[in-house]
């Protein structure tokens, strides 16, 4: 951490502010050590053609599990349904 503002992300190599990455008590920063958008990129396909991420639910599993948060499929796909409304 620099001057309590900026935080390292063990994925992309960059120092980010604290808001770019998830809350994580386990952690003596606070925070879980890898960004937001290296996370979101973890658990997508990204889509050459449309130049945008694309869910994969198998990445987002194991983003999860690298996480050690629960995943629950109906969760998951009641989220993924109300997002394609």
């Known amino acids: 951490m620099i001057s ?10 960059e120092y980010l502010s604290l808001d770019s990455f998830y809350a994580d008590g386990r952690y003596k920063s606070g925070v ?4 937001k ?5 973890e658990a997508c396909d990204y889509d050459k053609q449309t130049n945008s991420y694309v869910d994969n639910r198998e990445k987002t599993k194991k983003v999860f599990q690298m996480m050690d948060l ?14 394609i409304e």
């Open 4 to 13: 309590g503002k900026l935080l390292y992300c063990h994925k992309c190599d």
């Open 32 to 35: 879980f050590p890898i960004c």
């Open 37 to 41: 958008k290296c996370l979101i990129k």
């Open 70 to 83: 629960p995943f629950f499929d109906t969760l998951y796909k009641s989220v993924m349904n109300s997002a």
